[in-house]
């Protein structure tokens, strides 16, 4: 079974330029977490969608941040204009919302590496 | 606000040795907590959790357990195996959000 797949693995960007990363869930999956982790610091929730709908998106800056979910599989998050404190790790993770599934058996992918310069 | 932090941020061990990991928190409200091993370019993976209501849980070769008193949670590896070397992050999932610790590493000297 393939697990969450996450592109690109890395990036580098000047200031003040847009970025986008793309993520697929498992299949099956219907809700989707995306995470900023710094470095030696655990991940922090920016939103989580279930199906479609972002029902937690309270951790981000919707300022220079979006992102979405359509069809409720893929996602993307967005970050215009970048800024030199976003150089992170960006993960994505999904989980099968279910009855009788604990809610925090994620599963995450590997992360894109940015690097705003 | 509520917080998950680690008292040792970096833990090395002789393989074959048993390794402790130790985590704090303060949200007593938790339903799970949970430890993830996060290996160098790969996301947090799950380990164990256990139940708020429960002491002890244990899995092959690793053991969590939660002292609820002092708010208190540890990671037991038993034979530590040099592909237990990576971080490993305590968290608490409450209302179905997970809160990460900063992590500790892990190091397993052959």
């Known amino acids: 079974e393939a697990g969450v797949v996450q592109s690109p693995r890395y990036k580098i960007i000047e200031k003040k330029q847009p970025v986008a990363f793309w993520c697929n869930p498992i299949?099956?999956?219907?809700?989707l977490y995306w995470y900023r982790q710094n470095l030696g610091q655990g991940p922090e929730l920016l939103i989580r969608?279930?199906?479609?709908?972002?029902?937690?998106d309270s951790q981000l800056p919707k300022d220079r941040f979006s992102a979405e979910r359509l069809k409720g599989v893929d996602s993307t998050l967005k970050i215009q204009p970048a800024e030199l404190g976003d150089s992170a790790v960006y993960l994505c993770?999904?989980?099968?919302?279910?009855?009788?599934?604990?809610?925090?058996?994620?599963?995450f992918g590997p992360g894109t590496r940015l690097t705003v310069t | 606000g509520e917080s998950v932090g680690l008292h040792l941020p970096t833990l090395s061990v002789q393989e074959g040795d048993n390794s402790i990991i130790n985590c704090a928190y303060s949200?007593?409200?938790?339903?799970?907590f949970i430890w993830y091993k996060q290996e160098s370019g790969k996301g947090p993976q799950f380990i164990i959790d256990?139940?708020?209501?429960?002491d002890k849980r244990q899995g092959q070769r690793v053991t969590v357990l939660l002292n609820k008193t002092v708010k208190h949670l540890s990671l037991q590896i038993a034979a530590t195996q040099p592909g237990d070397s990576a971080v490993y992050f305590c968290a608490e999932s409450s209302n179905y959000k997970l809160t990460f610790g900063k992590g500790t590493l892990l190091t397993v000297n052959p």
């Open positions: 299949s099956g999956h219907n809700t």
């Open positions: 993770a999904s989980s099968l919302r279910d009855r009788g599934l604990p809610d925090y058996e994620q599963y």
């Open positions: 949200n007593s409200a938790s339903d799970y």
């Open positions: 256990i139940r708020s209501n429960m």
């Open positions: 969608y279930e199906n479609e709908e972002a029902v937690d």
